[in-house]
């Protein structure tokens, strides 16, 4: 096997930040010393990240991954590779059970003929078992409550793959549901939620151990209503995760959130839609008109709809907020692989573990080069 060497770059280590070379043969990391190989690549002082997991996106460069062909998924996985994105999870907004159908069909076309760009993982349901006084954008007609197996048989899967789902626990039969997705290898996570202490404990014990998009579309905090927000940040077991693109949640909330759960506690996801990538403009997704000015994105009834970041934006973001790179690997790409259960793959720079790697220049962040299973992605 030919094998391929990285060096010259500050090597961000899952405990700390290294100069070192990055030996990779076989699409795998073999060596982080070395200074030999049949390819050198000098990367001239790029800091060197684990690539960038994507658990949460529902879109981008022009493509919904509802309606999307398999053609179409390979274009965003091209795109987000070109963001530092190397694995991403396409998802679903509630919707009836035929398009449903459809968009599995293609997500597992795209999975058996994976291409040059981010890897497609598998699926992630936000919804359809969510509360309706917290759709935010999601559409209340397909939202559904649990009362046996079938209503989860319903929901169709690739034969392979990671399977997630964001459900409110609160809703009928949430909790047995919980049960039985944690039985089916689910990973669940809360979100759309106005569930109490009581409720979110029994879900937590039954198996739900993580929140979507915290803070948002959730029930406020309340001094005197303790609701989701507060349960998450109390349980040291539980993991969130957020959207940065700082309108989603105001930088000030980003520091606190760090200062209360630490960068162990949450992952970085986009949320982004089809827009992303696009411009400001209006977009047909979702069978609405999606507006987008100044990179806020609104409908109709003027909800904030998604984002039109990538895990780049977010990662600036919080670089800018004084975030080592150290907890940016953790929150952009290990926390999300632990969450998956892919940590033994991917998500972070270890020996043994493919070699899904962003550097990025050090003065503007720009990824320069990113490689997925060892191989450059362009």
Known sequence: MKTLLLKNASVVLPDREVQASVLIEDGRIVSLE????????????????????????HGAAGIDVMDATAAGLRDVSEYLASQGVT??????VPASDENYASAVHVISEAMR??????????VHY?????????????????FKTYSSAADL??????????????????????VELVRQLKKRGWVISIGHTRAGLEVLDQAGDAGARHMTHFMNAMAPLHHRNPGPIAWGLSRDDVTV???????????????????????????????????????????EIWGETISVKNGRTANASGSIA????????????????????????RMASS??????????????????????????????????????SGRFSS
């Open 153 to 174: 048989d319903s929901l169709p899967l690739p034969s392979t793959g990671v399977r997630m789902i964001t459900i409110a626990p609160e809703v009928a039969g949430g």
């Open 241 to 283: 995760d957020v959207i940065g693109d700082g309108i989603h949640l105001d930088p000030f909330m980003l520091r606190l959130l760090l200062k209360v759960k630490g960068a162990g506690g949450i992952s970085l996801i986009s949320d982004a839609i089809a827009a992303a990538g696009k411009g400001d403009g209006d977009y």
């Open 126 to 142: 936000e919804g359809p078992f969510v509360n309706t006084a917290q759709c935010g954008a999601l559409h209340t007609e397909y």
């Open 34 to 57: 070395g200074d030999r190989a049949d390819e050198e690549v000098d990367l001239a002082g790029a800091t060197l990240l684990p690539g960038f997991i994507d658990v949460h996106i």
């Open 306 to 329: 998604g984002s039109v970041i990538s895990m780049i934006d977010a990662v600036r973001l919080l670089h800018s907020l004084g975030v080592s790179y150290v907890d940016l690997a």
């Open 87 to 92: 694995s991403w999870v396409p998802t679903f």
């Open 113 to 122: 003929g994976q291409g040059p760009g981010a890897r497609v993982l598998g």
């Open 335 to 372: 926390n999300p692989a632990r969450l998956l259960g892919i940590d033994h793959e991917c998500g972070s720079i270890e020996v043994g573990k493919r070699a899904d790697l962003v550097a990025l220049d050090q003065s503007d962040l720009r990824p320069r080069s990113v490689l997925i």
